[in-house]
């Protein structure tokens, strides 16, 4: 017998994949600004990295991270027994919530956000709490507070937030976390830490020093570029993190992803100079938003959610045409938006292009 509530939940859909779109549509040139990925590869770092352990591809990985850990540890400036690693954020999430989640037991997160927090609480049978982001496209933690109860054990801040890439401002975590009771887990997923450019956002691994109960997650899959190979990890406080390892499965980072992350870390050139471009990207999609007088999120991350005032589908549709396979709204729950991965310069060139376009002939 299946449980329940599976049910209730659909297999993950990803975006439309380039080959498909390729064949359908007779297109030479698909680009995919659907999943957030860094339009600019991956650090040649992380490529050599990865070389020097293929001979060493039948042996399993260091379950214990060793060399990772001790490299995010210097990185973060925190100790190495308060890191977990994972197969991704992905796993983290689940992980956290195989831990801490069970029936009878509930966890708040926003509407909309990262789909994954609810996924894996539903599994897990716990209540789902979702407060409404406020109309700025940004977390409503007063009311976030407000729903937590004696049963409350986890909640979720996607900082900044999928998909509307606005984000928790330091003073307003601060004030959160001060009244957020000990035995609630707190989590911070900045999976798109290092695309941000706000002078005020929250040093949350340092905030993870003075409240126990802050957890942060992050991910080589974003400005690293190395999404294929499903590695991220968690920080919090030792007794946490050492709470949860047991739920985590031996050999769960895989030996490349361990090697490329390792030296993906030392290509500080690599990521500044992706966030950088990144950031000019946006500027353009702004500038294109504030000519046309379309609603947008500012955003902290490599993606743009902009209000067409029309189903996010048509928008799709019209870009898909073009070649450009973007992520309608009616996916994500925000029905008149798209969600633009940011691209290369000449991609976000052409994707403006194609949307003025479509506003002059609509
Ligand atoms: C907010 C957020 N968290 C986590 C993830 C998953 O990251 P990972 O590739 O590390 O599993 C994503 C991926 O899009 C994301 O947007």
Known sequence: MMKEQLKTLQPYKPGKNIEDVKAELGLEKVVKLA?????????PNAIQGMERVFGELMVYPDGYAADLREKVSRHLGVSED????GNGTDEIIHILSRSL???????????????QYKRNAVIEGAEVKEVPLKEDGRHDLEAMLAAIDDETRIIWLCNPNNPTGEYIRDYELRTFLDQVPAYVTVVCDEAYFEYVTASDFPDAVTLSNEYRQLFVTRTFSKA?????????YGVGHADLVQGIE????PFNASRLAQAAAVAALDDHSFVDECSRKNRQGLEAFYDFCDIFQLKYFPSQTNFILIDFGVSGDVIYNYLLKQG???RSGEALGY?????ITIGTEADNEAVIQHLKDYIHDR
């Open 324 to 326: 450009y396979i973007v």
């Open 335 to 339: 029905p008149n938006g798209v969600r």
């Open 35 to 43: 999943s957030n990925e860094n339009p600019f590869g991956s650090s």
């Open 101 to 115: 989640l069970e029936p009878g037991t509930n966890t708040i997160m926003a509407d909309l956000t990262f789909p």
């Open 224 to 232: 690293y570029g190395l999404a294929a190979l499903r590695i991220g």
């Open 246 to 249: 047991p739920a985590r499965e």
């Open 82 to 85: 308060r890191l977990i690693f």
